[in-house]
């Protein structure tokens, strides 16, 4: 009798765990208080507390309460500037990258009342789209193509020193091919050494390093691709080699077919979204933690989308406009963020 009672208890245990598993959390959207006229588009997270995010002119805000105070304030010799990512190690110490020419990367250790500049390049046709780090050390940055390579560096202190990756160590970009530095996350690293990046304009193509970006392999994209407004925008990986990416149209984000696809064998092959996100056009994704990377978010000027099958089928979640995502470590908040300097906070829970 004892048997076919603990095999019932474990049945049930089972479809409980399943009927879990496909709860669609709901993802609560609670607007901060903001300057207007700042548009970002670089964010970081250190915990569910620190928050930093990037932008135009100079700028750069951050919380370190969960959103309850914000610090705003720009880099005083640096207002020309569009800093398109940002990296944050904790509330004292942050990095930002500026796109377009010069190129500069600052540094702060006092949670931003002074940063230092660690790296510079007036090279024509200079332009950086994206950075990421592996731990408080090794980084890498990603930009456009000069003189038929895509531009790379690399630091392994932290950004106080940054080193070129020999262009031949990368496959050659095909010509109109190049990056988009839209949200600050073109490039992610993820396990211990794996770093990847995607592009767009004439070719769609995902670019996949095993050792740090040292050496390349490239891998073609079925997102959409063929004009300069077209392609790859964002991707993110989890630890396992789980990915989506997004991206589309910026000129024309009524086009919603061919904006979505996501990988299981750590970006060797990709399949389209079986259902696209409704809003068409996304700038960014990023896996919600803590969800076995089955839910996901990508969001976009024309709204945000969710996924909770890793970014087989999506729905649209919010209408609002942003260009950048991002989540703490533990799932429960997440931070998006757009033009008119606009931050909302995410509250991850369950219907």
């Known amino acids: 009798m004892q048997k076919p009672l603990l095999a019932v208890f474990f049945l049930l245990i089972f479809f409980i765990q399943c009927d879990q598993a496909n709860q669609t959390p709901k993802i609560k959207f609670i607007e901060q208080s903001a300057p207007n006229g700042i548009s970002i588009r670089g964010s970081s ?4 507390q620190i928050a930093w995010f ?13 959103g309850k105070n914000w610090l705003w304030d720009s880099i005083s010799d640096a207002t020309h500037l569009d800093f398109r990512d940002i990296h944050a190690f904790s509330d004292m110490e942050a990095i930002v990258l500026s796109a377009g020419n010069p190129a500069k990367i600052f540094k702060t250790l006092d949670g931003g009342k002074s940063w230092t500049e660690m790296y510079s390049d007036t090279t024509k046709g200079i332009f950086f789209n994206s950075m990421d780090f592996w731990d408080e050390n090794n980084g890498i940055a990603v930009g456009d193509p000069i003189d038929g ?18 262009a031949e160590n990368i496959p050659k970009p095909l010509k109109g091919e190049a ?9 992610t690293t993820f396990g211990d050494n794996q770093v990847s990046f995607v592009t767009g304009g004439a070719a769609a193509r995902v670019f ?31 630890k396992n080699g789980q990915g989506v990416i997004v991206g589309g149209d910026y000129k024309d984000v009524s086009l919603k077919k061919n904006t979505a696809s ?4 750590g970006g ?10 409704p809003s068409g056009f996304n700038s960014c994704v990023a896996f919600i933690p803590g969800t076995n990377s089955r839910f996901v978010i990508a969001t976009g000027t024309e709204g945000s989308n969710l996924s909770i099958d890793g970014g ?30 606009r931050i909302v906070k995410l509250v991850v829970g369950e219907d």
């Open 149 to 166: 390579g895509f531009m790379m560096i690399q630091t392994k202190n932290g950004g106080e020193n940054w080193a070129k990756v020999p």
């Open 179 to 187: 990056q988009f530095a839209a949200s600050g996350t073109c490039i």
């Open 262 to 265: 996501f990988t299981i064998d």
């Open 45 to 48: 997270v250190v915990d569910d």
């Open 208 to 238: 996949i390093s095993k050792d740090k970006g040292y050496s390349w392999q490239v891998i073609e994209s079925p997102i959409m691709s063929g004009k300069p407004s077209k392609g790859n925008f964002s991707v993110c990986f989890d």
């Open 312 to 341: 087989k089928n999506w729905s649209m979640i919010d209408t609002n406009s942003f260009n950048t995502l991002v989540f703490e470590p533990g799932g429960k908040y997440g931070w998006a963020a757009g033009s008119d300097g």
């Open 268 to 277: 060797q092959n990709w399949q389209l979204a079986e259902t696209a996100p």
């Open 54 to 66: 990037s932008g135009a002119k100079g700028s750069f805000a951050k919380t370190t309460n969960a």
